[in-house]
């Protein structure tokens, strides 16, 4: 049988065209099977390249620039306005994206506990002061450690003589003065240590400031003595270079200085800062209750009154208030009133004020307002009485 017979021979060319198709479909299963698995390496291999990058870069081990103010100063700023407007579960969650993001630096651990901290003041109530504590004391470590390897890192720095301010401030809360002072004295040396190498880094101008003129003011009766300096209108100036030129910290040195310039007497300068921040922030409660102190003090009661009802809304609608803000609210409203003659409206809000019921540490804290309260409402009424007499003679 020839070659071109057999070709031709039905059975035999299906045998073959089956052959050749299972040959081909053998081939082609081994080609799909090897680029399934190539592609399969491919995909896992970039999968691992790019967490193992995106992993280092957060970490900052491949970060091409130096860790600056650059790399965090837009989260920074809006979690503090968070701070500012009362959000602090946004301030916290933002702050808390910091430390994920940047672990081994201190600037996460800082806000976070600075907005901690706030919610505390806030509402006065101290139930997480020990997990403020803690983060302070991470910032402190972690900070001295980058200063240790890179002694020019002036932010590094900065958050180690913040987080040492930040704990003086509740060491005095707390009535541990002792403490407050060394804390104090430790975040002021480090601030000052940046301002000796970089006088443009003004956001350290504010603690300085600050100090200085708080220091002197209480040491004022001294200032006679040789080694005791009036440095007041130095912290003046320098907390006013903070607001100017500070790139974190300008809104809370505004703040600052209200209070301050309220201190020193310049009741027109420390109204017109507490109503500017209240005016761009007026949710603020922070702003707010510095406004309604510089206006009573300036004895503007008609201004006065309805920014202390809006306070006081404000703080009881707190979902954990435990009527320390609202006793004073309160009881100042009731001066307001009695002032203007209006004695039944004062008695109100004292009756409001005296059937609180509060705890027993409220009570401890609240006993000047309380007692002064109690005071005001005899006042009241004995007054209604003499009135009464009066008018039926």
Known sequence: MSKRQTFHDPEIRRA???ANRSTLQYRSARIWKFF??????????????????????????????PFTIDLVEEEIRAGMIETIQNDFSGAQSRFQGLVDHYPQRACGYFYLGAAIQAEMLDAEKYDRLDEFLDLMSVVIEKGEKIVKENPSDHLARFMV?????????????????????????????????????????????????????????????????????????????????????GRLVSLVARDQLAWILLAAGDLEGAAELAEENHRQFPESRFFLSTRVEVL????????????????????????????????????????????????SNALEYLNALLALELSGDVRDRSKKHLSAAEKLQQECLSELQEQEKMSHP
Not at 54 to 59: E, P, Q
Request: net charge positive; charged share 25%; with cysteine.
């Open 296 to 343: 009573y003090k300036a004895r503007r009661f008609t201004e006065l009154q309805p920014l202390y009802e809006q306070l006081l809304v404000s703080v009881r609608s707190l979902p954990d208030n435990n009527h320390y803000n609202e006793i004073r609210c309160l009881h100042r409203l009731a001066e307001i009133e009695h002032e203007a003659g209006r004695l």
């Open 16 to 18: 073959v065209n089956t």
């Open 161 to 245: 003589g913040s987080a040492h301010l930040y704990r003086s401030f509740m060491d005095s809360k707390r009535g541990k003065m002792w403490g407050a002072f060394r804390n104090a004295n430790k975040g002021v040396d480090k601030l000052e240590e940046i301002i000796k190498v970089d006088t443009t880094f003004y956001d350290a101008y504010l603690g300085v400031g600050s100090f200085k003129y708080w220091k002197s003011q209480k040491a004022k009766s001294l200032s006679w003595l040789p080694f005791i300096s009036d440095e007041r209108d130095l912290g003046i100036n320098m907390v006013q270079m903070a607001i100017e030129h």
């Open 36 to 65: 399934c698995w190539n592609l399969e390496f491919r995909v896992c291999r970039f999968v691992a390249i790019t967490w193992l990058i995106s992993t280092l870069l957060f970490s900052g081990l491949l970060t091409a620039q």
